[in-house]
């Protein structure tokens, strides 16, 4: 494909290559690279001669920093675009994470840098995720109206105790070795090796039916124990502080701990529960009640259930406003309705998750 576009394919040494190319953007993913990206899958799954996927992002900065929401927002302003965008970015986007998820030759993403929302649905749910120590992982949804979505209900609640819930609900960012304690992360290569590990997956000579074997050889001889896991270190705290049912009982829970300043990490605790109540009190609402719901949950269920919420999500206040804060006019001011947790009862949390008739995302 052309130098400039979006998203560059190779192929080099039995490996298709995938190169998100929006370096100025942090290699968001727009809706025409989704569509570019997955027939690509497809034809690679069935070439005999491709072995391996392997996908990173351009420049130094970000694997993929998410999703186009701002194309998102203007479509559901009617701003821009096409009215029906609202849905249709979200179902390319969960079928691809399902194509993924389930991709049966080896599927290696480099997470060098930013990684967030979309970044972490074309990796995480795949097989294998690099980390790097310029890594730094995030899903920051709350702050913007949303929720963690792109298969998080899965795999936040496939992290140790309620680390999932901590990490949704506030949206706290994490270095390599906490990606790696969460399983967001499986390998971790310094930044410098990077090349020599490409050129190792290249060179691979490719044996049928033994391509994850010897992939994983290659990543194993590579990796690497990075630093201790802040996370590992802080993880009864957030277990108990983060154990609650409502997110009122978190907040009570972070406003004790930080009253007994139990954790040795001054002001953590208190920091915790200030950044909380930044965030869109609808968004804290249904985020809990997904991870709740979804504890079990294999990624296309997780990736309906998801699904459903977004198109609630579309046709509410918070999300448009938390874009506009962050995004559009960048005042970092977002005026939410309702403004606090109390205006929001059971029935306007439930209201999120009313199935859709035959609007639901189906696989294809």
């Known amino acids: 494909m052309a ?12 490996v298709g290559t995938v190169l998100l190319n929006r370096p100025q953007a942090l290699n968001a993913f727009t809706l025409g690279m989704y569509r570019r990206f997955d027939p690509a899958l497809r034809a690679w799954a069935g070439d005999p001669e491709i072995r391996a996927v392997l996908v990173e992002g351009a420049g130094d900065r970000a694997f993929c920093a ?7 927002y203007e479509a559901g302003k009617g701003i821009a675009g096409d009215p029906d965008f609202t849905s249709t970015f979200f179902a390319e986007e969960y079928r691809i994470i399902s194509r993924i998820h ?20 074309v990796s995480v749910n795949g097989a294998c995720r690099v980390a790097t120590e310029k890594t730094m ?37 994490l270095g390599a070795a906490d990606a790696i304690y969460c399983g967001f992360a499986t390998h971790f290569v310094p930044r410098e090796r990077l090349p ?8 691979i000579a ?5 391509e994850r074997v010897q992939a994983e050889a290659v990543l194993a001889r590579f990796n690497t124990d990075p630093c201790p896991a802040p996370l590992a270190a802080r993880r009864d705290i957030v277990d108990r502080c983060f154990a609650g049912g409502t997110v009122e009982a978190i907040l009570d829970a972070l406003g004790l701990a930080a009253l007994a300043d139990e954790t040795g990490d001054t002001g953590w605790a208190a920091e915790t ?9 609808t968004s804290l609402r249904i985020t809990l009640r997904q991870l709740i719901v979804g504890q079990g949950f294999d990624l296309e269920e997780a990736l309906k259930l998801e699904y459903r919420m977004t198109q609630h999500v579309m046709a509410a206040h918070d999300f448009y406003e938390g874009v506009r804060a962050a995004l559009v006019d960048k005042d970092q001011k977002p005026r939410w309705l309702p403004g606090n947790l109390a205006e929001i009862g059971e029935a306007a949390t439930e209201s999120y998750f009313v199935p859709l008739g035959d609007r639901e995302l189906a696989f294809y």
Do not use: Q
Request: net charge neutral; with cysteine.
């Open 196 to 203: 020599e590990l490409k050129a190792a997956l290249t060179g």
């Open 137 to 173: 992982f995030a899903m920051p949804e709350t702050g913007i109206g949303l929720f963690p979505d792109v298969g998080a209900t899965r795999f936040l609640n496939r992290c140790p105790g309620h680390v999932g819930r901590y990490l949704g609900l506030t949206g706290a960012r």
């Open 206 to 210: 490719w044996r049928p039916g033994e």
């Open 102 to 121: 389930h991709y049966p030759k080896p599927y290696i993403a480099i997470l060098d840098g930013i990684t967030m929302g979309g970044g972490a649905g």
């Open 273 to 281: 529960r200030a950044s909380l109540l930044t965030k869109s009190p």
């Open 3 to 14: 130098e400039g576009a979006e998203i560059l394919f190779d192929c080099e040494g039995g």
């Open 66 to 72: 998410g999703g186009d929401v701002r194309a998102v």
